[in-house]
């Protein structure tokens, strides 16, 4: 039977080959160590469940919610730009919740995209700051690019090869999956061009609370004249660990928020309200919640970085996110990342993230998520010495158990 027009456009899903083959082998009894997906293992702080928990049992609160997110819920995120970003929104036309910062993606590229229309999109990234906007009937066009001095100049190339004209320009640091952070020099002359080309800027800042060394991550809306322009996605997922309460914000231009808004009235009725109650009095917090997170992300950073170096395999330090961005080995990189990836679940009992399911030009790296706790952490890097020494020996012999089946 024929696939419908919208499937036929998604290509297989990679990481569901790992997913997979992880199910099979803990079947057999494998002790997995999974640093694949960038699912937080830390549990959510204490005072935010309990402030749940007191919200859930007024019967009021099992109603229909609100679409765009109760009035607190959008003066706490409105309050925490101010805090965090020196950044002033008005609650009520510059901010609306979301499902988790993925949703939202997925509604503004239904909210703006027209058949057709070109959207700048750095490669790898995100999946869904790409298929977001395939699935809405626009076209990427791909960039390989960092927040360098060659970002301006390949933006201008995409520009220049693009008809018609983009329409909007998507931006993630720190990225998902290379853990690169930008500056506000760098978001200052991006602006300066986007706005000059008349093009819209997505930023994705889900990661601005996980940062190690040296200055918080910045916002795009920080750089005066941005609202104008951009609309930016944050996520508690990470922050507070709360990836299954599924809240994120968008927040920014009157004109993209709108339209954003009215896309998600037609779609859901917002978030349970208790959830919406308990995420804002964490955004109300104090911040110590937030520095707890960051501080065991940063040591099991180091853990990783040392313990998987003293393994042979050199992974450069993040300076942000949950993620590192991990050359493959150079005897294995000719398999790709896919390939490789199979490698480590069958071979050493640890999943990564195989760099070819963030974009083709992921292929020579995995993503390492830091969701396992450092012991963990020196257990899959023990595991994994074991299979670089093995394989050194018997570079012909170590192929993936499923190239047999």
Same mark, same amino acid.
């Given at each position: 039977?024929?696939?419908?027009?919208?499937?036929? &456009?998604?290509?297989?899903?990679? %990481?569901?080959?790992?997913?997979?083959?992880?199910?099979?082998?803990?079947?057999? !009894?494998?002790?997995?160590?999974?640093?694949?997906?960038?699912?937080?293992?830390?549990?959510?702080?204490?005072? $935010?469940?309990?402030?749940?928990?007191?919200?859930?049992?007024?019967?009021?609160?099992?109603?229909?919610?609100?679409?765009? !997110?109760?009035?607190?819920?959008?003066?706490?995120?409105?309050?925490?730009?101010?805090?965090?970003?020196?950044?002033?929104?008005?609650?009520?036309?510059?901010?609306?919740?979301?499902?988790?910062?993925?949703? !939202? %993606?997925?509604?503004?590229?239904? =909210?703006?995209?027209?058949?057709?229309?070109?959207?700048?999109?750095?490669?790898?990234?995100?999946?869904?700051?790409? @298929?977001?906007? $395939?699935?809405?009937?626009?076209?990427?066009?791909?960039?390989?690019?960092?927040?360098?001095?060659?970002?301006? +100049?390949?933006?201008?190339?995409?520009?220049?090869?693009?008809?018609?004209?983009? *329409?909007?320009?998507?931006?993630?640091?720190?990225?998902? +999956?290379?853990? *690169?952070?930008?500056?506000?020099?760098?978001?200052?002359?991006?602006?300066?061009?986007?706005?000059?080309?008349?093009?819209?800027?997505?930023?994705?800042?889900?990661?601005?609370?996980?940062? @190690?060394?040296?200055?918080? +991550?910045?916002?795009?809306?920080?750089?005066?004249?941005?609202?104008?322009?951009?609309?930016?996605?944050?996520?508690?997922?990470?922050?507070?660990?709360?990836?299954?309460?599924?809240?994120?914000? =968008?927040?920014?231009?009157?004109?993209?928020?709108?339209?954003?808004?009215?896309?998600?009235?037609?779609?859901?009725?917002?978030?349970?309200?208790?959830?919406?109650?308990?995420?804002?009095?964490? *955004?109300?917090?104090?911040?110590?919640?937030? =520095?707890?997170?960051?501080?065991?992300?940063?040591?099991? &950073?180091? /853990?990783?970085?040392?313990?998987?170096?003293?393994?042979?395999?050199?992974? +450069?330090?993040?300076?942000?996110?949950?993620?590192?961005?991990?050359?493959?080995?150079?005897?294995?990189?000719?398999? !790709?990342?896919?390939? @490789?990836?199979?490698? *480590?679940?069958?071979?050493?009992?640890?999943?990564?993230?195989?760099?070819?399911? %963030?974009?083709?030009?992921?292929?020579? %790296?995995?993503?390492?998520?830091?969701?396992?706790?450092?012991?963990?952490?020196?257990?899959?890097?023990?595991?994994?010495?074991? @299979?670089?020494?093995?394989?050194?020996?018997?570079?012909?012999? /170590?192929?993936?158990?499923?190239?047999?089946?």
């Amino acid at each position: 039977m024929e696939e419908f027009h919208k499937v036929r &456009r998604l290509p297989p899903y990679v %990481f569901e080959q790992v997913n997979r083959l992880k199910a099979s082998a803990r079947s057999r !009894g494998a002790d997995i160590i999974d640093l694949g997906m960038g699912n937080p293992d830390l549990p959510t702080p204490k005072a $935010i469940v309990d402030k749940l928990c007191e919200v859930v049992r007024d019967p009021r609160t099992h109603r229909y919610s609100s679409s765009r !997110g109760i009035p607190g819920l959008r003066r706490a995120q409105a309050a925490y730009y101010q805090r965090r970003f020196g950044v002033k929104l008005n609650p009520d036309t510059q901010v609306v919740a979301t499902l988790g910062s993925k949703e !939202g %993606f997925a509604n503004m590229a239904q =909210a703006i995209t027209a058949p057709g229309d070109v959207i700048l999109c750095p490669n790898p990234t995100y999946p869904i700051h790409a @298929f977001g906007f $395939i699935m809405s009937g626009g076209v990427i066009r791909s960039l390989q690019v960092e927040p360098d001095d060659g970002f301006i +100049p390949a933006v201008e190339r995409g520009i220049r090869h693009s008809i018609p004209k983009p *329409l909007a320009l998507i931006l993630n640091y720190p990225s998902n +999956p290379t853990a *690169l952070v930008a500056s506000l020099d760098f978001y200052k002359d991006v602006v300066a061009f986007a706005k000059k080309n008349d093009i819209i800027i997505l930023s994705d800042l889900a990661y601005s609370e996980i940062y @190690f060394d040296g200055n918080p +991550p910045p916002s795009v809306l920080q750089v005066p004249g941005a609202i104008d322009i951009c609309v930016e996605f944050t996520s508690m997922s990470k922050t507070f660990s709360m990836p299954g309460w599924r809240m994120g914000f =968008a927040v920014g231009n009157e004109r993209l928020i709108s339209a954003l808004t009215r896309v998600k009235s037609y779609l859901d009725y917002g978030a349970f309200t208790p959830i919406q109650v308990a995420a804002a009095y964490a *955004l109300n917090g104090d911040g110590a919640d937030i =520095a707890e997170v960051r501080d065991i992300y940063h040591k099991r &950073r180091d /853990v990783m970085v040392d313990a998987f170096g003293r393994a042979g395999w050199t992974i +450069p330090a993040p300076a942000a996110s949950m993620f590192a961005w991990a050359p493959i080995p150079e005897p294995f990189r000719h398999l !790709g990342s896919l390939e @490789f990836s199979k490698l *480590l679940i069958e071979h050493a009992d640890v999943a990564v993230a195989p760099g070819v399911g %963030f974009g083709e030009h992921g292929d020579d %790296f995995v993503r390492v998520a830091l969701v396992e706790n450092e012991h963990r952490i020196r257990q899959a890097a023990r595991n994994i010495k074991r @299979f670089l020494s093995t394989s050194a020996k018997q570079p012909n012999n /170590v192929v993936p158990l499923s190239a047999h089946r």
